[in-house]
């Protein structure tokens, strides 16, 4: 079942939830990865590191040079994560709000659609002026923004 976000208050929700995380450009990981920098941090041998988690040390190895090549699940992750005494703090987050990339969306296909429009009437020499075209412009925009989300993101 996919994650559907019904309207505009849950998107908002969600907006409000992820904005602490936007100020977290300067957070990156390290650059031999997390667990290793943990790993590290706590003093911590591979051997030692290995039998927390009953694997061999090698399998540390792959582990620490997995999440450096993004190839290591997040289920490993957590439990390298618990084995060090840390929790895995996982999320998306989007390079702007949501409610600003649902409504540049509805601003784009309302814009192609008046496009296309204006095109066949100015052919027929019945173009729109400008403020009559903002008007459909805004109307467009409310329109698709009041009907389901979904629709918004078959491509066009």
């Known amino acids: ?8 208050r849950a998107r908002r929700h969600l907006d409000r939830k992820l904005a602490p995380l ?10 031999h990865g997390w667990v290793r920098a943990i790993r590290d941090g706590l003093g911590m041998t591979t051997r030692q590191f290995g039998a927390r988690l009953g694997v061999a040390p090698s399998t540390v190895t792959g582990i620490e040079q997995g999440e450096v ?11 390298a994560a618990e084995a060090l005494g840390c929790r895995l703090v996982y999320a998306i987050v989007p390079e702007r709000s949501l409610e600003e ?13 008046l496009s ?11 173009a729109l ?14 329109d ?7 629709r918004l993101w078959d491509e066009a």
């Not at 090549?69 to 439990?79: G, I, Y």
């Not at 403020?131 to 409310?142: G, S, T, V, W, Y």
């Not at 698709?144 to 979904?150: E, S």
């Open 1 to 8: 079942m996919a994650y559907f976000l019904p309207n505009a």
């Open 22 to 31: 936007k100020d977290l450009d300067g957070f990156t990981r390290p650059p």
């Open 69 to 79: 090549k993004d190839s290591v699940s997040l289920r490993t992750l957590r439990r």
């Open 101 to 113: 990339s649902v409504f540049d969306r509805a601003a784009r296909l309302a814009d192609a659609q």
């Open 116 to 126: 296309r429009a204006h095109h066949t009437m100015s052919l027929e020499n019945q």
């Open 129 to 142: 002026g400008s403020n009559d075209l903002a008007f459909e412009r805004a109307r467009l925009i409310e």
């Open 144 to 150: 698709l923004l009041r009907g389901d989300p979904r």
